[in-house]
């Protein structure tokens, strides 16, 4: 499985930008599609996930001004971030936790949790 990340940027305070996390495979499923992000210095931490149900989980720091979305045919999640802040600086992460077909003697599925390799967010004057 290989995740696919774009739309990261500079953007002055204030600004919007829209991140998309594209997966491709042999996925079965995707229960959980989340961003998590990690500013300089700083430990990761969960910014928004989405289950395949529609349930939606927000950090409190970007309720409001980020909204997060998917799009299950296309195995696809996005982040809409609009008034960005300084504080919102960082490397922005998707993460899907999904069930991936296995081809060995016998067909299988096994969950795996994947992470995509990051996409750089600037908001700065």
């Known amino acids: 499985v290989q995740l696919v990340e774009s739309g990261g940027g500079l953007v002055q305070p204030g600004g919007s930008l829209r991140l998309s996390c594209a997966a491709s495979?042999?996925?079965?499923?995707?229960?959980?599609m989340g961003w998590y992000r990690q500013a300089p210095g700083k430990q990761r931490e969960l910014v928004a996930t989405?289950?395949?149900?529609?349930?939606?989980n927000y950090a409190d720091s970007v309720k409001s001004r980020f909204t997060i979305s998917r799009d299950n045919a296309k195995n696809t999640s996005f982040l809409q971030m609009n008034k960005l802040e300084p504080e919102d600086t960082g490397v922005y992460y998707c993460n899907v936790d999904l069930l991936e077909t296995f081809y060995g003697l016998q067909r299988y599925s096994q969950r795996r949790i994947y992470w995509g390799q990051g996409t750089q967010v600037t908001a700065s004057s």
């Open positions: 495979g042999n996925i079965l499923s995707i229960n959980v």
């Open positions: 989405i289950t395949s149900d529609g349930n939606i």
